[in-house]
C-alpha cells in the first residue's frame, strides 16, 4: 500500500486550498501513521460526515479499505464509479484489498451498466484481479457489447481480453476469437487465447484461423484456407478507420473523462 498511498497523498495535496485544508489533511495523514483502532473510527466517521471535501473522505476509504474494514466498501465504490479515473485507479487498489464480497458484484454491476462504459475500465481490471465467479460472465459480456464497429471503448475492450486471458476460463473462447478480428485487440486476444491453450492464427488475407487442442495430423491435414472468417477479421484495417475496438479510436477512451453524473 506504500506507494499507493504516497501517489494518493501528493496528489491530494495539490487539491488543498486553505490553510484549514492543509491541517484536516495532516490530521489524516496522522491517523494513518498511528493505525490504531480510535484511530480508524475517526476515519470511519468522516466517511459519513456531512460537507467534507471529497478527497478527505477518498483517504480516509483508502485507508479503511487496505487495512480491510469493510465500512469503506461505500465510499470506495462510489470513488470506482467516478469520473476522474485516477480517483478510479486508487479506489480499485483499496477495493482488491478490502475482502468484501460485495465487492465483486458491485464491480461487474459497473463493468456491464452501458450508460457507464467511458467509467468501466478500473472495475474491468478489478474483476480480473478479484478472480471472483462474477468476473468471467462479466467480462465477456462487456467485451462482446464492445465488439461493434466504431465503438470508442477500445480500452476497456482491451482490459476484458486482458482479463480473461489471465482468468484462464474456456468460456471466455468465442469472444476472444471474435476479438482478434479487431487490430487494437488482434495481439493481446491472440496472446490470451494462447494462455488458454488455443492456437491462433491471424493473416492479413484471411480471417482467424483457431485450432484448439488440436494434434499433429489435424494440423497437417487442415488446409490453408480452413476457417477463413472473412469480414473485417484479417484485413489489417488501420486506425485511420475510427473503428472503435478495431480501428483508431474517435478522440474519446474508457479513460477520457467523460462528462459523468458526479
Request: hydrophobic share 40%.
Amino acid at each position: 500500500m506504500e506507494e499507493e498511498f504516497h501517489e494518493l497523498t501528493d496528489r491530494v495535496r495539490a487539491e488543498l486550498r486553505s490553510p484549514q485544508d492543509l491541517v484536516a489533511y495532516e490530521r489524516l495523514l496522522g491517523l494513518a501513521r498511528k493505525n490504531t483502532p480510535a484511530g480508524r473510527e475517526e476515519l470511519a466517521r468522516m466517511l459519513v460526515a456531512v460537507e467534507r471535501p471529497l478527497w478527505a473522505r477518498e483517504i480516509a476509504a483508502f485507508i479503511l479499505g487496505c487495512a480491510g474494514d469493510k465500512r469503506a466498501f461505500e465510499t470506495l465504490v462510489l470513488l470506482l464509479n467516478y469520473r476522474d479515473p485516477v480517483r478510479c485507479a486508487t479506489a480499485a487498489h483499496a477495493l482488491g484489498r478490502l475482502g468484501d464480497p460485495r465487492t465483486a458484484r458491485a464491480a461487474a454491476a459497473l463493468a456491464t451498466n452501458p450508460l457507464r462504459t467511458a467509467y468501466a475500465l478500473h472495475p474491468v481490471r478489478l474483476l480480473a484481479e478479484l478472480r471472483a465467479p462474477q468476473s468471467v460472465p462479466a467480462l465477456i459480456a462487456t467485451l462482446e457489447r464492445l465488439l461493434t464497429p466504431h465503438n470508442p471503448y477500445w480500452r476497456v475492450a482491451l482490459a476484458c481480453v486482458e482479463g480473461l486471458g489471465a482468468l484462464g476460463d474456456r468460456r471466455a473462447v468465442p469472444s476472444l476469437t471474435a476479438a482478434v478480428g479487431h487490430p487494437r485487440l488482434a495481439a493481446a486476444a491472440a496472446a490470451s487465447l494462447a494462455r488458454l491453450g488455443v492456437h491462433e492464427e491471424v493473416r492479413a488475407d484471411a480471417g482467424p484461423q483457431v485450432k484448439a487442442n488440436a494434434g499433429p495430423e489435424e494440423k497437417e491435414a487442415a488446409p490453408d484456407g480452413a476457417g477463413d472468417g472473412r469480414g473485417d477479421g484479417g484485413r489489417g484495417q488501420g486506425p485511420e478507420r475510427g473503428e472503435g475496438p478495431g480501428g483508431g479510436g474517435s478522440g474519446s477512451d474508457s479513460d477520457s473523462g467523460v462528462s459523468g453524473r458526479r
